[in-house]
Structures are given as C-alpha cells and as structure tokens.
C-alpha cells in the first residue's frame, strides 16, 4: 500500500506563504504525475498544480498562476507546494495525490479520477 502524507498547512495572514510537503511511504513506487488539489466547505475538489516526472512539466490552475510553485525531490520521494501571496479564497484542505507509471494514460490529468493515491489532507486557513 502506497501511503502519501501531506504537511506543512496552517494559519497565515493574506500576503503571507506556506510550503506544503507530501512524503511518500509503503510500496517503493515511480511516479508518472504528482499533484495538489484543495477542497473548500460546501466546493468540489479542485486541481491545483501538478508535476509531470516524465519530463519535468508542470501546471497550475489559472488562479494559483504566478502564485504557486510546484517541485518535486525523487531522493527524498517527496513533493512540495510553494504557496506565496496567498489570499483569502485559498481557504481550503490541501490534498497530494500520485498516479504511477504503468497504467493506461489519461485525458486530462486535471481530474481527481486521474489519480490512484491521495494522502488525508492539510488545512490551509488565509485570514483578511
């Protein structure tokens, strides 16, 4: 069992930063994309950003453009989420999620569906 555990969320200020963490454990595992959703009161879960290890790519969702930075550490099996000026509307749990190599490609990999690991989540909270 592949195990993710997300870290690092909080109580910030708007304008302030996070750095998210999310360490993989269990079964020894070579990730295809590795991302960040988040998931508001009352809101579906959304993408964030996402990493493709194939090649390096990465992509944000249009609001955390410019905002967020999304890295991942294959020695450390560990993928973080630089958060800076963040804003209220960034309220949210923040969740990790993997999809391995070896498995039947998807359309979009934007889509919680897309993914086969996900960890239990860290609050985020932007005070005004």
């Known amino acids: 069992q592949v195990q993710l555990a997300e870290s690092g969320g909080g109580l910030v200020q708007a304008g302030g930063s996070l750095r998210l963490s999310c360490a993989a454990s269990?079964?020894?595992?070579?990730?295809?994309?590795m991302a960040w959703f988040r998931q508001a009161p009352g809101k579906e879960r959304e993408f964030v950003a996402r990493i493709n290890y194939e090649d390096g790519t990465t992509y944000y969702a249009g609001t955390v453009k410019r905002r967020f930075t999304i890295s991942g550490d294959n020695i450390k099996n560990t993928v973080y989420l630089q958060m800076d000026n963040l804003q209220p509307e960034d309220t949210a749990v923040y969740y990790c999620?993997?999809?391995?190599?070896?498995?039947?490609?998807?359309?979009?990999?934007?889509?919680?569906?897309?993914?086969?690991?996900w960890g239990q989540g860290t609050q985020v909270t932007v005070s005004s």
């Open positions: 269990g079964r020894t595992f070579s990730p295809a994309h």
């Open positions: 999620a993997a999809r391995p190599r070896g498995i039947e490609p998807s359309t979009t990999y934007f889509r919680p569906n897309d993914y086969n690991y």
